[in-house]
């Protein structure tokens, strides 16, 4: 149905998604399909099965992609960083391991948006200003990924 609605016009295009890992493989098939130009898939620095496979196959086939549970279900909020843990970070317009962690996703040239859930206004801008200018190098994405291990 989504494809007739993208052949009439109707739809502008067509994507795929799903949130367990188990499923990936019937994921890559459908990506390689050429039938979708985006998928939505769960990312975090705790959960990067996608980062061998998925995230790979849809650059070479130059299609979108959406981060869903950036934040692990809200599970990776719950930890407590200090400033001085950040500071290392703020440069890079990062005050709080909300834009932290979203950063980290966003700094991967692969992952196109994120889709943090929240129905803060404060936490929105918050989540909105991880998307600006500087990105982590790999530098930066290392010292996330200790941070989160840490915590």
Not at 57 to 83: E, H
Not at 121 to 133: C, D, S
């Amino acid at each position: 149905m989504i494809e007739r609605l993208r052949d009439e016009g109707k739809a502008l295009a067509a994507g795929a998604t799903h949130y367990s890992s188990f499923s990936f493989l019937e994921l890559r098939r459908v990506m390689e399909s050429g039938r979708i130009a985006a998928i939505q898939i769960p990312y975090n620095v705790e959960q990067r099965e996608v980062e061998n496979n998925i995230l790979p196959l849809a650059a070479d086939l130059g299609l979108g992609v959406v981060i869903m549970r950036p934040f692990d279900g809200g599970g990776l909020l719950r930890r407590a960083l200090s400033t001085e843990e950040l500071r290392p970070l703020k440069p890079f317009g990062v005050n709080t391991w909300s834009q932290a962690l979203l950063k980290w996703i966003l700094s991967d040239r692969r992952c196109h948006v994120a889709i943090p859930a929240t129905s803060s206004i404060k936490h929105m801008e918050e989540n909105a200003a991880a998307g600006a200018l500087p990105w982590f190098g790999d530098r930066e994405r290392e010292y996330v990924l200790q941070l989160a291990q840490k915590h």
